[in-house]
């Protein structure tokens, strides 16, 4: 009977931490966020509408307390919020022509090579790298990614966003040290038809299935290494030399192989979506990557990351094994002691 009352208490306890304190304690750990979203305009939309109201509901607070001084601040932090959300809204409605418009990819694909190649490569179309990384990284503060999966990695929504205005596409406010808002220059000056020719050309020679190392490579290899992860997979450096970035970003990007033990699926999911949702202000840029090469890329950071994973399932099976032969043997030694007892 007391082995059972034990039993029941471990039980009750280990229950207890399972579904309270453990969710509990995440939960504190790391407020709530919006989930990710893969449609940016809406997202975008929905995190200004959130500001204003914070703003607005500040600014009520400052009134009824009369604090002059409160409510100067608040009356000006509201302004600045409703001039970003003006901003972004228009911005997004900018796009929507060439989001509409039809595109013809043998028009884009001269566009393309005359806008596109002197800074970035696409090797599978036979247009090499202009310059090495570190000259590349000189010139511009961070090395071009190649564009030839471009057309998989990023909707034709974000792509139209993003050639149109990079800065405002990535939801990037800082300012680099040269005072520019992004590396990349806009094309807001050409017409919504050529925006649309340039992503239906992109699109078009876009592999149809990507490993999930080579979405890492294209979409975040710029600027982020693996270099402690397992050796078998090989380690990659940041293919923009650290001195480079730390001095155009501000900040050098952290390498990558342990992110998802010390951060999470949910966290990295979140922030890979929008880094100015976990860390506002920051550096790093809205990648814009589609929901399927976002969950290639957080896979990737698991396979890794996570190297003793396989190691641990491949363990599971061979103890269970050995729990049932050694538990044959008790049975069987308990057996011949009792005999020789009676
Ligand atoms: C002056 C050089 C330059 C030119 C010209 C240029 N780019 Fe870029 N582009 C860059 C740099 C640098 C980056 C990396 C920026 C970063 O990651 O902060 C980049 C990034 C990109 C990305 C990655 C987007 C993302 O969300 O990470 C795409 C797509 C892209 N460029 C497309 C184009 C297209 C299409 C053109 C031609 C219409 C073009 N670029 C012209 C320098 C250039
Ligand atoms: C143009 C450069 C750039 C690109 C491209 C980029 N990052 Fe980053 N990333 C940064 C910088 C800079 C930081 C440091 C941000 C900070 O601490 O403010 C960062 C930070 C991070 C962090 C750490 C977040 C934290 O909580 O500390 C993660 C995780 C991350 N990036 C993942 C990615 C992934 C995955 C990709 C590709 C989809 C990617 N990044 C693409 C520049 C970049």
């Not at 703003?55 to 302004?79: C, G, P, Q, R, Y």
């Amino acid at each position: 009977m007391r082995e059972l009352k034990i039993l029941a208490v471990v039980v009750a306890l280990t229950l207890i931490t399972y579904w309270g304190v453990e969710p509990f304690a995440h939960s504190q750990m790391h407020p709530h966020v919006h989930p990710a979203d893969y449609n940016f305009a809406k997202a975008d939309k929905e995190s200004s509408e959130k500001s204003v109201k914070e703003a607005s509901a500040a600014l009520d607070e400052a009134n009824k307390n009369k604090d002059a001084k409160k409510i100067h601040s608040a009356t000006v932090a509201l302004e600045e919020v409703k001039a970003v959300e003006k901003t972004k809204n228009d911005f997004w409605a900018s796009i929507q022509p060439s989001i509409d418009a039809k595109g013809n990819a043998v028009a884009g694909e001269a566009l393309v090579t005359a806008n596109c190649t002197a800074c970035h490569s696409i090797k599978s179309k036979g247009f090499p790298e202009v310059m090495d990384h570190a000259s590349a990284a000189a010139a511009y503060g961070v090395t071009p990614p190649d564009l030839g999966s471009a057309g998989k990695l990023y909707s034709k929504e974000y792509l139209s966003a993003f050639i149109n205005d990079p800065a405002k596409a990535s939801d990037v406010s800082h300012k680099f040290v040269d005072g520019r808002a992004h590396p990349m220059p806009g094309y807001s000056w050409m017409q919504p038809q050529e925006i649309a020719d340039m992503v239906a050309y992109l699109q078009s020679i876009a592999p149809k299935e990507m490993s999930n190392k080579e979405v890492f490579t294209d979409a975040c290899q710029r600027c982020h290494s693996i270099k402690y992860a397992d050796m078998k997979k090989g380690t990659m450096a940041a293919f923009t030399p650290n001195d480079n970035i730390k001095d155009y970003m501000g900040k050098l990007p952290p390498d990558l192989s342990q992110y998802i033990k010390s951060r999470g699926h949910e966290y990295l999911e979140t922030f890979i979506n929008n880094p100015q949702k976990h860390l506002e202000g920051t550096a790093m840029p809205r990648v814009g990557l589609t929901e399927e090469s976002q969950a290639q890329v957080v896979t990737y950071l698991e396979e890794v990351g996570d190297t003793s994973k396989a190691q641990r399932e491949e363990l599971g099976p061979k103890f269970l094994i050995y729990m049932v032969i050694f538990a044959i043997f008790a049975f069987l030694w308990k057996g011949s002691k009792w005999r020789e007892v009676h």
